[in-house]
């Protein structure tokens, strides 16, 4: 898939996930855990639920990283973690490519960044 704005410039429709909090909960995410530190400590349940998207006809998802800033990790003690975390959101399209080649996959600030560039 190309650029998202040229995609949506091309006039088509995307589908994209939504509710990351409400299917970590599902797979066990506790009330004031850390949904970033999923990245590193639950990496299979993560792919599963960004795998689900997109066996359910997402055409972009975005990745687990809505709060991986220093900033919001140091609200759990995992400031030092921020490298870490963030290397790992922009190695998890390379594990989605294997699923699909329609899907899109985004990290929150790049699709926030493609949206304004329009």
Same mark, same amino acid.
Request: glycine share 8%; with cysteine.
């Given at each position: 898939?190309?650029? #998202?704005?040229? *995609?949506?410039?091309?006039?088509?429709? #995307? %589908?994209?996930?939504?509710?990351?909090? /409400?299917?970590? @909960?599902? &797979?066990?995410?506790?009330?004031? *855990?850390?949904?970033?530190?999923? !990245?590193?400590? @639950?990496? &299979?349940? %993560?792919?599963?639920?960004?795998?689900?998207?997109?066996?359910?006809?997402? $055409?972009?998802?975005? /990745? !687990? +990283?809505?709060?991986?800033?220093?900033?919001? #990790? +140091? @609200?759990?003690?995992? *400031?030092?973690? /921020?490298?870490?975390?963030? &290397?790992?959101?922009?190695?998890?399209? $390379?594990?989605?490519? %294997?699923?699909? *080649?329609?899907? +899109?996959?985004? +990290?929150?600030?790049?699709? !926030?960044?493609?949206?304004?560039?329009?």
């Amino acid at each position: 898939m190309g650029r #998202l704005v040229d *995609e949506i410039k091309k006039g088509r429709i #995307l %589908v994209s996930d939504g509710a990351w909090g /409400t299917f970590l @909960h599902a &797979k066990g995410l506790k009330p004031g *855990e850390c949904p970033e530190q999923w !990245n590193l400590t @639950h990496r &299979k349940d %993560v792919l599963d639920i960004a795998r689900s998207y997109v066996d359910a006809g997402a $055409g972009m998802i975005e /990745t !687990n +990283s809505f709060g991986a800033s220093r900033i919001k #990790l +140091s @609200h759990y003690n995992l *400031e030092r973690k /921020t490298t870490e975390i963030n &290397k790992l959101r922009r190695r998890f399209p $390379g594990r989605l490519q %294997v699923m699909t *080649e329609s899907c +899109s996959v985004r +990290s929150d600030r790049q699709a !926030n960044s493609s949206l304004r560039a329009m």
